[in-house]
């Protein structure tokens, strides 16, 4: 059976970005230290673990789903190719080139706006925790 777990290693310096049950703003802050297995030091405060519900994309969670984040990118890039070179080697501007190109920029900018960068910590689903290494 596959290894389903995930894991990033957070150190201390790193900056996280977040969020806390029951409160929808967003938090970045740098950690300063972990105390036991449950609570993260910030700058501005402390934080148990299992008040934190969701947590942003960074450099190290990206990785978990590299192709997820990419759909915008390839869309908007196929979709602006295809009308380029069919300018190019026709040297004129077809209406199905330009129906065809638009709906892959559409597809590209849905997908921008509708695939959320934050990653949900919940029971039975992803999971935080600390691990003292």
Known sequence: MKNKNKVVYYETGDELTFTITGHREKIKDQIKSFVGDSIIVFNQHNIDVREIDGVYLDKKNKVWYFFKYKWSKLFLFAG?????????????????????????????????????????VRKGGKKLRILNL
């Open 80 to 120: 602006t190719g295809y009308l380029l070179l069919d300018v190019i080697n026709t040297g004129e501007f077809d209406q199905k080139t330009m129906i065809i190109s638009g709906s892959l920029i559409t597809v590209g900018v849905l997908a921008k706006l509708l695939i959320s960068k934050r990653l949900k």
